[in-house]
C-alpha cells in the first residue's frame, strides 16, 4: 500500500492567504490556489474550502489542513488567513501577524510562533501577486489552535496560547508510517559501522541540545517516536552503547515499559512520575498533588517548588529513579527482542533545554562522546 504524503500547516496558512488577496483583486469564488512550496521546488494545488470579502479593503479565505497519512492532531483543522490593504507607514510590503490560536514564543517576548519557512512561504507567494507600490497585512487564525495545543508539548517549549507553523518543508512526511521507520533504520545501520557509542534523540529539541553540548552530528539518531523498534534494531547491529537523550515528558515513558512514545497509542507519564515518588518516599499529599498536575512539566516546576521552599531534594531522587529504571527496561526490551547486551545509559531535560538527570550509566556513555 502506498503512502500518501500531504502538505505542512504553512502551506495552507499560505494558501488561504492568497486566496483572500485574490478576492481583493477580483470578488469572485476560488477552487484552488497554485502555492509555490520553495523546499522543495514544486509547486502545490491547495483546496480553498471558503473566501468571502468582510468589508471593502478585508477579505477572509478558509482552508483545511490534510498533512497526508501522517498521524497529525491538525489533519482536517480549518486555517483562516484575513488580509487588508496595509497603511502607508507599514514598512513591509507583506506584514504577517498571529492571530487567535496561532501561539506566542515565551523566550521571545510573546513574537507569534510563526517561523522561518512560514515567513519565507508567505512572503515570495504573496509578494508576486502584489505592484511593487501595494502593501497588505496577513493575519493567520487558526480557531481551533488554543485546544489544539493543550493536546501538544508547545507549552513545555516556551510556545503558549496555540500550535505553531513550524518546519523546514511544504510536504508533511508519514513520519509514523512503516517506510519511515525503514529509512531510521537504514541510518541507525550506518552509523553503526562508524561509531560504538550513538545518541537516540526523540525530536528536534534532543538533537539542538546534543549539538551545543558537543555531541558528534555524526553520532545522532532521530527516533521521533520509534524508540522501541530501533532500540531493538540496535542491538541486532550489536551496538555496545547507547544514550537516549530527550525531554524528561517522552522519554519518561520508558520507565512505564512504554516503547512506542507516540500520546495517540499510551501516556500514563503522570502515573509513572508518581509511583517513582512513592518509591522513594514522596509524602502521600505530595504524591496526590503530582498525580492531578496537569502535565509532568507542571508536576517537575512544583517539585522543584517545593525543593527550593523546604531545602527538600525531591526531584534529584526521583529523577534518577527514573533515570535508572529507563536504563534497565531499555537494556532488558533490547535483550528481549534481539539477545543481544547493549549498555543503554539517559539524559533527561527540561522545556528550557537545562538537564534534568544524567544516569550513572549515560554520564559514562556522554564522557566519552564529549
Request: glycine share 8%.
Amino acid at each position: 500500500m502506498s503512502i500518501r504524503s500531504g502538505y505542512t500547516l504553512p502551506v495552507f496558512a499560505c494558501a488561504s492567504a492568497m486566496a483572500a488577496l485574490q478576492w481583493l483583486r477580483q470578488a469572485k469564488p476560488l477552487d484552488a490556489v497554485s502555492v509555490d512550496l520553495i523546499e522543495p521546488q514544486e509547486t502545490a494545488e491547495i483546496p480553498i474550502e471558503q473566501v468571502a470579502g468582510i468589508h471593502p479593503g478585508m477579505a477572509l479565505a478558509i482552508t483545511r489542513s490534510d498533512p497526508g497519512d501522517n498521524i497529525d492532531l491538525t489533519r482536517n483543522t480549518p486555517i483562516w488567513a484575513v488580509v487588508e490593504w496595509g497603511q502607508s507607514e507599514q514598512t513591509e510590503q507583506v506584514q504577517i501577524v498571529g492571530g487567535e490560536g496561532i501561539g506566542r514564543q515565551l523566550n521571545a517576548a510573546g513574537k507569534a510562533a510563526i517561523y522561518a519557512y512560514a515567513e519565507t512561504l508567505l512572503q515570495r507567494n504573496l509578494s508576486r501577486l502584489l505592484a511593487p507600490d501595494e502593501k497588505i497585512q496577513v493575519t493567520i487564525i487558526l480557531p481551533e489552535g488554543r485546544k489544539l495545543a493543550e493536546r501538544t508539548s508547545n507549552a513545555a517549549f516556551g510556545v503558549l496560547e496555540g500550535l505553531s507553523l513550524l518546519g523546514t518543508t511544504g510536504i508533511s512526511q508519514p513520519l509514523s508510517a512503516p517506510d519511515q521507520l525503514q529509512a531510521y533504520r537504514e541510518q541507525l545501520q550506518i552509523k553503526a559501522l562508524c561509531f560504538d557509542c550513538l545518541v537516540f534523540c526523540v525530536g528536534e529539541n534532543g538533537l539542538s541540545l546534543a549539538r551545543q553540548m558537543g555531541i558528534n552530528p555524526e553520532q545522532l539518531v532521530k527516533t521521533a517516536n520509534w524508540l522501541g523498534p530501533l532500540l531493538v534494531a540496535a542491538g541486532l547491529q550489536e551496538i555496545p552503547g547507547l544514550l537516549l537523550f530527550g525531554y524528561h515528558g517522552k522519554l519518561i515513558k520508558l520507565a512505564g515499559g512504554i516503547f512506542h512514545t507516540h500520546h495517540h497509542l499510551a501516556d500514563g507519564r503522570l502515573e509513572i512520575l508518581t509511583a517513582h515518588g512513592a518509591q522513594v518516599g514522596l509524602p502521600t499529599p505530595i504524591l496526590q498533588a503530582v498525580f492531578t498536575s496537569p502535565t509532568t512539566e507542571a508536576a517537575l516546576t512544583y517539585l522543584r517548588q517545593l525543593d527550593a521552599k523546604e531545602g527538600s531534594d525531591w526531584v534529584n531522587q526521583i529523577y534518577r529513579a527514573i533515570a535508572s529504571t529507563i536504563d534497565k527496561r531499555s537494556q532488558d526490551y533490547i535483550y528481549k527482542h534481539s539477545q543481544q547486551e547493549v549498555q543503554v545509559g539517559s539524559l533527561l531535560f527540561d522545556r528550557n533545554r537545562q538537564v534534568i538527570v544524567t544516569s550513572p550509566t549515560g554520564a559514562t556513555l556522554l564522557s566519552q562522546l564529549c
